[in-house]
């Protein structure tokens, strides 16, 4: 390895990300995560993918809606102005189930029913709020057309 300029942006930008660490962002965002989880479970027929709690990302919910396909309930969470993704982040440019999700037990058909709704220190509990309110409606309108059952 040759030596060289050290990589001053990087190091810049890890001191800020370290100072907004400290200020309890990821206990707000946490608690967020949290409160949206709970919400999502109590629609049927819906699992969480991955650890609970501590053991989770702070920012990461990452839902399958069995029998509904994540596109479709993404599509409908967009006409809300709801931004998500479906599968996992380290396959959000392929058709294919998501590696992750199959490495975790999950089968292609619940991996194709995931839908991942990111969180960040800007995000609101109105917003979380308004996410638990329009959710149930879409997951019972798709589950009615859905040819899964």
């Given at each position: 390895?040759?030596?060289g300029?050290?990589?001053?942006?990087?190091?810049?930008?890890?001191?800020?990300?370290?100072?907004?660490?400290?200020?309890?962002y990821?206990?707000?965002?946490?608690?967020?995560?949290?409160?949206?989880?709970?919400?999502?479970?109590?629609?049927?027929?819906?699992?969480?993918?991955?650890?609970?709690?501590?053991?989770?990302?702070?920012?990461?919910?990452?839902?399958?809606?069995?029998?509904?396909?994540?596109?479709?309930?993404?599509?409908?969470?967009?006409?809300?102005?709801?931004?998500?993704?479906?599968?996992?982040?380290?396959?959000?440019?392929?058709?294919?189930?998501?590696?992750?999700?199959?490495?975790?037990?999950?089968?292609?058909?619940?991996?194709?029913?995931?839908?991942?709704?990111?969180?960040?220190?800007?995000?609101?509990?109105?917003?979380?709020?308004k996410?638990?309110?329009?959710?149930?409606?879409?997951?019972?309108?798709?589950?009615?057309?859905?040819?899964?059952?």
């Open positions: 390895m040759r030596s300029t050290e990589n001053i942006p990087g190091i810049v930008g890890f001191a800020q990300s370290v100072k907004l660490a400290k200020l309890g990821l206990k707000q965002i946490e608690k967020l995560r949290d409160k949206l989880i709970e919400g999502i479970l109590k629609i049927p027929n819906t699992k969480l993918n991955g650890a609970k709690g501590e053991r989770r990302l702070c920012n990461n919910v990452n839902i399958s809606f069995m029998n509904i396909e994540g596109e479709a309930i993404g599509g409908y969470l967009d006409a809300y102005g709801i931004a998500s993704s479906t599968g996992s982040a380290c396959s959000s440019h392929s058709l294919e189930p998501s590696h992750v999700l199959k490495a975790i037990g999950l089968s292609d058909i619940q991996a194709n029913s995931s839908l991942r709704l990111s969180l960040s220190r800007e995000n609101t509990e109105e917003e979380v709020d996410v638990l309110e329009v959710l149930p409606k879409i997951a019972e309108k798709l589950r009615k057309i859905s040819p899964f059952k």
